[in-house]
């Protein structure tokens, strides 16, 4: 028998974001780069954004080269006002905002002893500050669309547990995850879904070199119980499921996604 002439008992959402606008920050490198290349792979149209401008257009150019549709805008999530234009834009461009992926994100490894107050402003206003405000001027839009929206924030297993060196990143982290849990519980009734992934050790551009490392690396590896590092289209494809209907009882949430580094 034909699939076509069967008549499933269950109804599965598929990925495909066909006429709906995804928002990714900090997407011209890394996980972001990756997340939104996904959702350019299943019709979203995608809006890239970065402290570039040059490094944003050449990314939404790779996305149009390849048939998918996006444009390129400059914003520094550290400053309030641009990263508010920033979703502003993307509306008057392609008239809503339904999904606002927050992956921009910085980091100071440093002992406590060590930090300064710059340090601390560095991240916070970057990894806290412009992910609460990103996502508030999205919220803002997408209660005024019908629709509602989705806000996908990615914070880091560096939230659940301490961080030997990395103490301001991650209590940024963990700050992510509560405030998730606040924007879910106050935009539910506008149709508004907000969610976190938890990513572990991933491979990326950035941190390529240190993993090349083999004492590092095989040290990194005894932590993690499935022996082997993340890649960043496993978080991209998070990202996803998390965006479609799919996900759509899940808010509120932090997926945690680290080959089961923070089971002991």
């Known amino acids: 028998m034909r699939e076509e002439h069967v008549k499933w008992p269950v109804r599965l959402p598929s990925l495909d974001f066909t006429g709906r606008t995804a928002v990714v920050t900090g997407s011209t490198k890394g996980i972001g780069y990756g997340i939104a290349m996904a959702f350019a792979r299943c019709g979203a149209r995608v809006v890239v954004s970065g402290r570039k401008q ?31 234009a920033l979703l502003q834009e993307a509306a008057r461009t392609y008239r809503s905002v339904d999904i606002l992926v927050n992956s921009a ?4 490894t440093k002992k406590l002893f060590d930090l300064t107050e710059t340090d601390y402003d560095t991240v916070m206003n970057t990894n806290l500050k412009g992910l609460l405000f990103a996502s508030r001027e999205a919220a ?7 629709g509602g929206g989705r806000i996908i924030q990615v914070a880091s297993i560096g939230g659940l547990k301490g961080s030997n060196g990395l103490s301001v990143y991650g209590a940024s982290k963990a700050a992510v995850i509560n405030l998730t849990k606040t924007m879910a519980l106050e935009w539910s009734r506008y149709s508004i879904q907000v969610n976190a992934i938890c990513p572990g050790y991933v491979v990326t551009e950035i941190n390529r070199r240190t993993f090349e490392q083999e004492e590092f690396l095989q040290r990194t590896l005894k932590q993690i119980p499935q022996r082997r590092l993340g890649t960043v289209e496993e978080v991209a494809s998070l990202a996803l499921y998390l965006a479609s209907d799919l996900a759509y009882m899940i808010t509120g949430e932090a997926i945690t996604a680290d080959m089961g580094s923070t089971c002991g």
């Open 54 to 84: 040059e490094d944003c257009d050449c990314v939404a150019e790779e996305i149009r080269a390849l048939g998918g549709t996006a444009i390129g805008v400059r914003a520094d999530v550290g400053n309030v006002a641009e990263v508010e």
């Open 105 to 108: 994100g910085v980091a100071v």
């Open 140 to 146: 803002r839009i997408m209660a005024a669309q019908s």
